[in-house]
């Protein structure tokens, strides 16, 4: 079984930083792209950033030059270091990876975390 487990929401003041972390466990063959998705109350779950297995990265606009995704591939992770953060920021978080298991190595399914809060307000 394939576990995705968050960290490091919370609360922060407009302008400060939080560093979200996402480990995955379980058996697991190979994980391809990963990535971080957000859903406010009353809006679609949008798309932040995502890194491919050879480490490119992209992001929606509205977070370019303020949130960095980074990952370590021996260690299962990815990291998305936030800083400047706005209100609009303000939603539950989502780790979500792209993971091949090695009971059906033919397959990638995609893999979610539980979620974690960020609220950004003063």
């Known amino acids: 079984q394939v576990q995705l487990v968050e960290s490091g929401g919370g609360l922060v003041q407009p302008g400060g930083s939080l560093r979200l972390s996402c480990a995955a466990s379980?058996?697991?063959?190979?994980?391809?792209?990963m990535g971080w998705f957000r859903q406010s109350p009353g809006k679609q779950r949008e798309l932040v950033a995502f890194i491919t297995g050879g480490g490119n990265s992209n992001y929606i606009d509205s977070v370019k030059g303020r949130f960095t995704i980074s990952r370590d591939i021996t260690k299962k992770t990815v990291t998305l270091q936030m800083s400047s953060l706005k209100p609009e920021d303000t939603a539950v978080y989502y780790c979500n990876a792209q993971i091949t298991t090695r009971q059906a190595m033919d397959v990638t399914r995609t893999y979610w975390g539980q979620g974690t809060q960020v609220t950004v307000s003063s």
């Open positions: 379980g058996s697991i063959f190979s994980i391809s792209a």
